[in-house]
């Protein structure tokens, strides 16, 4: 069996007159985060990780925040159409652990949602997403409250299928 480890990691900085999307669920909060999409730190981080496990690059290549096309787009859209280049190149998902980290909102009432919505765009387990939310002890951007930062690790499997990367 072919398996593969990737990493991703992304941040944004908190903005007003924003909504607030963490792994694909809306957070009752003030302020949201800036970016050309709805900004999604989890879901994003999680993206670059899947695409680095399977040598495809990385979010900013396939999703580049020059294109209008992507403009508030719905990160969920993004991580589907990442698990299908993913699928395309001849890998399956395995886990994903993540961890958020904010000083606030607190995000441990949403994370079990969090975990079913990224486990039904990906078509796994809700049991192989892992998602934890720190603080950073009030040190750095985060522990200002001035954004969020995201981490998460996964693994992939070669498929049976194989896949070909020169459809990429």
Known sequence: MNIRTGFGYDVHAFAEGRELWLGGVRIDWPLGLA?????????????DALLGAACLRDI?????????????????????RTTALLRNAGYEPGNVDATVAAEQPKL??????????????????????SI???TTEKLGF????????AYAAVLISRNSGGGDLRLL
């Open 35 to 47: 970016g050309h999409s709805d900004a999604d730190v989890l879901i994003h981080a999680v993206c």
């Open 108 to 129: 441990n009432p949403y994370i079990p949602h969090m975990q079913q919505t990224l486990a039904g765009i990906m078509q796994i387990a809700p049991e192989d997403i």
């Open 142 to 149: 985060t522990g200002r409250c001035e954004g969020i930062a």
């Open 132 to 134: 934890k939310a720190t």
């Open 60 to 80: 900013g290549y396939h999703f580049p925040d020059t294109s209008d096309e992507y403009r508030g787009i719905d990160s969920k859209i993004l991580l589907a």
